[in-house]
């Protein structure tokens, strides 16, 4: 067996901030090369602390999908998984065992050398007769930029080199939004009538749909400007480069090279069987988990809002998939993102009706984690994270929460975690039972979320929580 799991940042705010990341792992669930692909995000769920819980296979390749090497790959993620590596990760990656399980990390998808390939994809969408008219054509490689990590630059550049050797184009530029060489120089520097701008970004955004747009004045796709240093311009804006089909294989590639990737895979986690096995016995009876009943339904399983019972199948959306199921559940009624699967919005007017297999991975999109680990609670095993440990786990503009009072914690605990069905063990609260043991809303929280840890920092900062 093997898991292949897909980090990504993802956003308390922006819900279409993990949608290349999820289309990514259905992309490749689709392809049956790993026994399961699923997700793990920074700022949203499944969390980065939760999961290795949920992986199937005692063998587990994780893969960042972020477009260069810094912070995030280098710090964050490896804290938060527990790889015990900070720093650079080598070409072939870093491999560890962790609960039994062997985990290998790979370095971003961004800073694969396949991904000047998908640059050049992404400037033929926009300007399809470019092999015509790549002589009178620039290209604009256009990064974020950042003055903390050097590698945010390093691979721009890198990628403009790359395509500048090729001599398909008049002219190459890495240009920056936030440093030197900036984007909003390109009137000055480029001089080809048609300017081709592709956006290094991982996937679509505020920068790519907002601000970049609204700076340069661009108008869609096609914006032609009449008057420049160099005369009539006309400017081509592409689609960021990581939301591009080509990443998957990007992504496939960059799990045979990693470490140890050639061995026979792994067998299946004993703890996670377990649990899923005792899941699954439940479902077949019936039960209802949180705000989610489930219904043996012919050979299936019906899964719908418990305040949707009774209600005719007619009335209600239903879906067959998990990646169907998915998209529904991640906005509350109102439309609004919901970050964190287990608060109190779940809409309503859906039933999903799913086999044996898609059950477990349509039960990890409603509720991430909660599975595992109420199992591991039933059994008295479940660790839980006081919140100083959490706190001092924190870094960056993050590290200001190590300072936050027991009573500014417990503010935000009553303003955010008011609305959570899960238990905060982790702050001193008791949970008797869990649905495993009949009580539906059973759910243990064995640590403080990232929303909760980025509330506590504005609370400290003193701004009003998101």
Same mark, same amino acid.
């Given at each position: 067996?093997?898991?292949? /799991?897909?980090?990504?940042?993802?956003?308390?705010?922006?819900?279409?901030?993990?949608?290349?990341?999820?289309?990514?792992?259905? %992309?490749?669930?689709?392809?049956?090369? =790993?026994?399961?692909?699923?997700?793990?995000?920074?700022?949203?769920?499944?969390?980065?602390?939760?999961?290795? *819980?949920?992986?199937?296979?005692?063998?587990?390749?994780?893969?960042?999908?972020?477009?260069?090497?810094?912070?995030?790959?280098?710090?964050?993620?490896?804290?938060? !998984?527990?790889?015990?590596?900070?720093?650079?990760?080598?070409?072939?990656?870093?491999? +560890?065992?962790?609960?039994?399980?062997?985990? *290998?990390?790979?370095?971003?998808?961004?800073?694969?050398? +396949?991904?000047?390939?998908?640059?050049?994809?992404?400037?033929?969408?926009?300007?399809?007769?470019?092999?015509?008219?790549?002589?009178?054509?620039?290209?604009?490689?256009?990064?974020?930029?950042?003055?903390?990590?050097?590698?945010?630059?390093?691979?721009?550049? +890198?990628?403009?080199?790359? !395509?500048?050797?090729?001599?398909?184009?008049?002219?190459?530029?890495?240009? =920056?939004?936030?440093?030197?060489?900036? /984007?909003?120089?390109?009137?000055?520097?480029?001089?080809?009538?048609?300017? /081709?701008?592709?956006?290094?970004?991982?996937?679509?955004?505020? @920068?790519?749909?907002?601000?970049?747009?609204?700076?340069?004045?661009?108008?869609?796709?096609?914006?032609?400007?009449?008057?420049?240093?160099?005369?009539?311009?006309?400017?081509?804006?592409?689609? $960021?480069?990581?939301?591009?089909?080509?990443?998957?294989? #990007?992504?496939?590639? &960059?799990?045979?090279?990693?470490?140890?990737?050639?061995?026979?895979?792994?067998?299946?986690? $004993?703890?996670?069987?377990?649990?899923?096995?005792?899941?699954?016995?439940?479902?077949?009876?019936?039960?209802?988990?949180?705000?989610?009943?489930?219904?043996?339904?012919?050979?299936?399983?019906?899964?719908? @809002?418990?305040?949707?019972?009774?209600?005719?199948?007619?009335?209600?959306?239903?879906?067959?998939?998990?990646?169907? !199921? +998915?998209?529904?559940?991640?906005?509350?009624?109102?439309?609004?993102?919901?970050?964190?699967?287990? !608060?109190?919005?779940?809409?309503?007017?859906?039933?999903?009706? %799913?086999?044996?297999?898609? &059950?477990?991975?349509?039960?990890?999109?409603?509720?991430?984690?909660?599975?595992?680990?109420?199992?591991? @609670?039933?059994?008295?095993?479940?660790?839980?994270?006081?919140?100083?440990?959490?706190?001092?786990?924190?870094?960056?503009?993050?590290?200001?929460?190590?300072?936050?009072?027991?009573?500014?914690?417990?503010?935000?605990?009553?303003?955010?975690?008011?609305?959570? &069905?899960?238990?905060?063990?982790?702050?001193?609260?008791? %949970?008797?039972?869990?649905?495993?043991?009949?009580?539906?809303?059973?759910?243990?929280?064995?640590?403080?979320?990232?929303?909760? #840890?980025?509330?506590?920092?504005?609370?400290?900062?003193?701004?009003?929580?998101?």
């Amino acid at each position: 067996m093997r898991s292949l /799991v897909l980090i990504g940042h993802g956003s308390h705010l922006n819900g279409d901030s993990a949608a290349a990341v999820a289309r990514y792992a259905e %992309l490749l669930r689709a392809q049956n090369l =790993f026994d399961e692909v699923i997700e793990a995000y920074w700022k949203e769920e499944p969390s980065l602390r939760q999961v290795l *819980r949920t992986t199937a296979s005692s063998d587990v390749t994780l893969i960042p999908l972020f477009i260069s090497e810094g912070y995030f790959t280098e710090t964050v993620i490896p804290r938060e !998984l527990g790889l015990g590596h900070q720093g650079p990760v080598p070409p072939e990656g870093v491999g +560890r065992v962790i609960g039994g399980r062997t985990v *290998r990390y790979t370095l971003p998808y961004g800073v694969h050398p +396949r991904m000047a390939e998908v640059i050049l994809e992404r400037a033929r969408e926009v300007l399809p007769e470019l092999e015509e008219v790549g002589q009178e054509t620039a290209l604009i490689v256009l990064g974020h930029g950042t003055s903390r990590n050097d590698n945010s630059r390093r691979v721009i550049v +890198r990628n403009a080199e790359r !395509l500048r050797e090729r001599g398909l184009f008049a002219e190459v530029h890495a240009l =920056f939004l936030d440093e030197d060489p900036r /984007v909003l120089s390109w009137p000055e520097r480029v001089r080809a009538p048609r300017v /081709v701008i592709v956006p290094f970004f991982a996937s679509e955004g505020w @920068h790519t749909q907002e601000t970049i747009p609204e700076e340069l004045g661009l108008r869609g796709p096609q914006t032609v400007f009449l008057e420049t240093p160099h005369g009539p311009q006309t400017v081509y804006y592409a689609a $960021p480069v990581g939301t591009h089909p080509a990443v998957a294989e #990007v992504i496939l590639q &960059l799990a045979a090279e990693a470490h140890g990737a050639g061995d026979r895979g792994g067998d299946t986690e $004993p703890n996670h069987h377990e649990a899923w096995a005792t899941f699954q016995a439940l479902a077949e009876g019936g039960t209802r988990v949180g705000e989610v009943m489930i219904t043996p339904y012919g050979g299936l399983f019906e899964l719908r @809002h418990m305040l949707d019972e009774g209600r005719p199948s007619a009335e209600l959306v239903t879906f067959v998939t998990p990646e169907g !199921l +998915r998209s529904k559940v991640r906005r509350d009624d109102g439309g609004r993102h919901r970050p964190v699967q287990t !608060l109190r919005t779940l809409p309503r007017g859906w039933r999903a009706v %799913l086999n044996e297999r898609d &059950l477990r991975l349509g039960m990890h999109f409603v509720y991430p984690a909660v599975v595992e680990e109420s199992y591991a @609670h039933h059994h008295r095993n479940l660790h839980c994270t006081p919140w100083p440990s959490t706190a001092r786990r924190q870094t960056g503009l993050y590290a200001k929460v190590q300072r936050a009072t027991p009573d500014q914690v417990e503010a935000v605990a009553r303003e955010l975690c008011s609305g959570c &069905l899960r238990t905060r063990l982790w702050g001193g609260e008791t %949970l008797s039972a869990t649905f495993f043991a009949g009580v539906p809303g059973g759910l243990p929280c064995a640590e403080a979320c990232t929303c909760f #840890v980025a509330a506590v920092r504005e609370k400290v900062g003193g701004r009003a929580a998101e």
